[in-house]
C-alpha cells in the first residue's frame, strides 16, 4: 500500500497509537486513504473510553478502537506513534521485537506532503523561528502551513499544500524519537542544552535524537547549523549542503550579525540585509532566532527587501516573553513557553533591572544549580510554585525566595514585591514543565495572562 507513488508504507493495515492530536491527525489521513486503521490509546479503557472509541470508528477516523496493550498490534503491518507517548512503551516494544515497523506521526505527515519541508529543531527557539520562517516565505509569495510541534499536527496539513508550496514544520526530540524515513528539503539545529533527560536518559542520548533530523538528508538538501553553539557544531553530519548562523561574526554561508548590522551570504555574495537595531523581535536570543530563519529560507532566494520589511514587523509568538499588561508601574511578562533552563537564562537575561520571577512546574530532571548565580544577580524575589519547586529552592540559596501553593498565590505575592522600591517587573518563565498544574504551556500563560487581568480589575475598583 502506499500513500502515493514515492512513498510505499509497510502495509494496509496500520495501528495509530495515541488518540490526541497528533494521533488524530494520523489516523484521519491514514483512513482517507482507505487503509484499516485501527486507533489505540489508554483512554478507551472502561465504559466512557469505549464509547469514545466506537464514535470515532463510527466518524471513520478508525475502522477499530483498542486499549494501549500490545494485544492491540494483532493483525497490524506497521504502527504510527504519538510523541506524547515515550517509546519505552509496551506497544512500542512489542512492535520492535515482533518485527513490526514503528513510523512517527510527522514521519506519516512526510511521506503524504506534496511540498518540502522547513524543519526546525534544538533546544529553545524553535516555534519563533519556525513562525518565522513561514512568515518569511508567505511574505515571499509562497503558500506556507507550519505545523509539528507547534499549532497543527503535520498529518493535518501534509495535503492541504500544493507542490509549489512549503510546510514550516517545528521538530521535537519526542517527534524524532521513531523517525527514520524523513527528509526535510531544509533542516536547522538552533542549540542544544540539557532538557528531557527524564525520558531521554543522557544529554548524549538527547543530541543524538536531534542528528537524526539531517540522517537522510542528500545532496541538494540544505542543514543549517548555529555556528556559536559548540554542542551543535560537533554534531553536524549528513550530506545535505552546510549553512550556518552567528551572532558574533561572519559565515561562508548563511546568515550573521557583523557590527551591528544583518547580513546574508550566499553563493559567494554578501547582502547587508538591516542594521539589528531595526528588528521588532527584543533581546539577544531573538537576534539568534531571526538569524536562524533566514538562514533556512535563504535556498529559496526570497527577495531581501521582502526579508526586511517582514523582521520589521514580525511581533512573536504568545507565551514567548509576551508583555501582558503593567498595573502601577509594574510589568507583567509571560514566558510560560520556558520550560527548561536554558529558557530560563534567556529570560534573565533579557531585562536590565531586577525582576520578580515565578518559576516551578513538573521537573524534567535539569540541573538548576548553575543558574543560582544570575537568579540572585537578576531578581528581586522568586516566589516558585508546583512539585518542583522545593528542588529549586535548595539549589538557589541566597535568593529571596517564597513558596506558592497556587498561580493566584504567586501572581499576588509576585506584584507585592514588585511594588515595592527596585521592583518593577514580575516574570513568568517557569523553567520546568506544565503537567502538575496545568493542561500545557499554553494553558499555564494564559492563565497567568486572566490572573493579571483579576489584578487589574481589583485593583480599578480598590
Not at 518569511?136 to 509562497?142: E, F, I, Q, S
Not at 532566494?301 to 509576551?322: I, K, T
Not at 506584584?415 to 498544574?437: I, K, N, Q
Amino acid at each position: 500500500m502506499t500513500i502515493d507513488a514515492r512513498h510505499p508504507l509497510p502495509g494496509s493495515r496500520p495501528l495509530v497509537v495515541g488518540a490526541a492530536r497528533s494521533g488524530l491527525a494520523a489516523a484521519r489521513l491514514l483512513a482517507s486513504h482507505g487503509l484499516d486503521v485501527r486507533l489505540a490509546d489508554a483512554c478507551f479503557r472502561g465504559p466512557e473510553g469505549a464509547a469514545r472509541g466506537r464514535a470515532l470508528a463510527g466518524e471513520g477516523v478508525a475502522r477499530s478502537w483498542a486499549t494501549d496493550e500490545p494485544a492491540s498490534l494483532e493483525g497490524r503491518d506497521f504502527v504510527v506513534w504519538s510523541p506524547g507517548i515515550p517509546d519505552t512503551h509496551p506497544v512500542a516494544a512489542a512492535a520492535r521485537a515482533a518485527g513490526v515497523p514503528v513510523l512517527s506521526e510527522l514521519e506519516i505527515g512526510f511521506l503524504a506532503a506534496h511540498a518540502p519541508f522547513l524543519c526546525v529543531t534544538g533546544t529553545n527557539g524553535k516555534s519563533t523561528t519556525t513562525d518565522l520562517t513561514g512568515a518569511l516565505m508567505r511574505a515571499a509569495g509562497r503558500q506556507v502551513a507550519v505545523c509539528g510541534n507547534i499549532g497543527r499536527a503535520a498529518c493535518e496539513v501534509a495535503e492541504t499544500v500544493p507542490p509549489t508550496g512549503l510546510l514550516a514544520v517545528e521538530v521535537s526530540s519526542f517527534q524524532l524519537e521513531t523517525a527514520d524515513r524523513l527528509r526535510p528539503f531544509v533542516a536547522t539545529w538552533l542549540n542544544l542544552t540539557p532538557d528531557h533527560l527524564d525520558r531521554h536518559g543522557s544529554f548524549d542520548a538527547y543530541g543524538a535524537l536531534k542528528q537524526r533530523l539531517f540522517a537522510r538528508q542528500e545532496e541538494g538538501d540544505y542543514a543549517v547549523w548555529n555556528a556559536d553553539d559548540p554542542e551543535v557544531m560537533k554534531r553536524r553530519a549528513g550530506r545535505g549542503a552546510w549553512l550556518e548562523f552567528s551572532t558574533r561574526g561572519a559565515v561562508e554561508e548563511g546568515a550573521c550579525a557583523v557590527d551591528g548590522e544583518i547580513r546574508l551570504a550566499w553563493r559567494g555574495g554578501t547582502e547587508r540585509l538591516m542594521p539589528v537595531r531595526e528588528l521588532r523581535l527584543p533581546g539577544p536570543h531573538n537576534l539568534a532566532n531571526a538569524l536562524a530563519a533566514l538562514a533556512t529560507v535563504l535556498p529559496l532566494e526570497p527577495a531581501p527587501a521582502v526579508l526586511r520589511a517582514v523582521l520589521r514587523e514580525y511581533r512573536g509568538l504568545e507565551h514567548r516573553l509576551e508583555p501582558v499588561a503593567t498595573l502601577e508601574g509594574v510589568a507583567f511578562v509571560n514566558d510560560s513557553k520556558a520550560t527548561n533552563t536554558g529558557s530560563l537564562e534567556v529570560a534573565l537575561r533579557s531585562f536590565e533591572r531586577p525582576v520578580v520571577l515565578i518559576a516551578g512546574g513538573r521537573d524534567k530532571g535539569q540541573d538548576f544549580a548553575p543558574l543560582a548565580g544570575l537568579v540572585r544577580e537578576r531578581t528581586r524575589a522568586v516566589v516558585l510554585i508546583g512539585e518542583g519547586a522545593g528542588r529549586m529552592a535548595s539549589q538557589w540559596r541566597g535568593a529571596a525566595v517564597v513558596r506558592a501553593g497556587t498561580l493566584a498565590e504567586a501572581v499576588d505575592r509576585a506584584f507585592e514585591a514588585a511594588r515595592l522600591p527596585g521592583g518593577g517587573t514580575v516574570l513568568l518563565s517557569p523553567g520546568c514543565a506544565s503537567y502538575d498544574m496545568f493542561a500545557d504551556y499554553e494553558d499555564r500563560g494564559r492563565k497567568f495572562k486572566a490572573e493579571v487581568a483579576r489584578l487589574a480589575a481589583r485593583e480599578a475598583h480598590a
